[in-house]
């Protein structure tokens, strides 16, 4: 299978605790984006790579939240002191061009429950 | 800004019946709309897509069509299967800028 991967598919933690998901893209993918889905919700965005550097990050991200991505291939997110609010499925997607017809390949997800 | 407005769901349609679910969108640009759809215990995946203006985007069956003049990409279907039961999520990029804005997500139960 060679699209996108992640890991693990699931986690559940304890409130306080850090956690970190990993994404392996599509391989000759350059751009690699994270995203949060709550029930009943479309994705949020989170943040995005362009090859290793980060290039933006929204405001919903707080500093508990950080993302790398090394050498450009697969990216972490960690999450520092989980909160009960950050039980979410966060979704991992990455591209090779945007252009106009550009579009982004999801991962399956990585679903986090904060107890 | 920028943003995407969709239908709520669920939708319940018997096999067969035809699907409407609407989406309509607001850009600061000029943006490309895709359809995406997520299949039970699946990641998102694209159906299809429209880059300009009166495009049509077409796949399995489904249809959308980029209407400028309404900022409406809703997505059609004549005639549904069980197997169309999944959640479609309408979304938008605008060019240049490197983010898709997704509308909430409608889900879809077609019944034999």
């Known amino acids: 299978d060679t699209g996108v991967s992640q890991n693990p598919r699931h986690k559940i933690t304890k409130r306080g605790q850090n956690v970190t998901f990993r994404c392996d893209p599509i391989?000759?993918?350059?751009?690699l984006y994270w995203y949060r889905q709550t029930l009943g919700q479309g994705p949020e965005f989170l943040t995005y790579?362009?090859?290793?550097?980060?290039?933006?990050k929204s405001r919903l991200l707080s500093d508990r939240f950080s993302a790398e991505r090394p050498k450009g291939s697969f990216s972490t997110l960690e999450i520092q002191r989980t909160e009960q609010g950050d039980s979410a499925m966060y979704l991992c997607?990455?591209?090779?061009?945007?252009?106009?017809?550009?579009?982004?390949?999801f991962g399956e997800g990585s679903r986090l429950t904060v107890l | 800004g920028d943003s995407v407005t969709q239908m709520e769901g669920p939708v319940t349609l018997s096999e067969e019946a035809f699907l409407t679910i609407n989406c309509t969108y607001t850009?600061?640009?000029?943006?490309?709309l895709f359809w995406y759809v997520q299949y039970p215990g699946e990641g998102l995946q694209l159906l299809l897509k429209?880059?300009?203006?009166?495009d049509k985007g077409s796949n399995k069956g489904f249809e959308a069509t980029y209407r400028k003049e309404t900022t409406s990409f809703h997505l059609e279907k004549g005639s549904v299967q069980v197997s169309d039961s999944a959640v479609y999520f309408c979304?938008?990029?605008?060019?240049?800028?490197?983010?898709?804005?997704f509308g909430s997500g409608t889900k879809l139960n077609v019944k034999p």
């Open positions: 997607a990455s591209s090779l061009v945007l252009g106009l017809a550009g579009e982004l390949f």
């Open positions: 391989s000759e993918h350059n751009r």
């Open positions: 790579f362009q090859n290793e550097a980060q290039l933006e």
């Open positions: 850009a600061t640009g000029y943006p490309s």
């Open positions: 429209a880059t300009k203006a009166d």
């Open positions: 979304a938008l990029r605008v060019y240049n800028f490197n983010k898709f804005y």
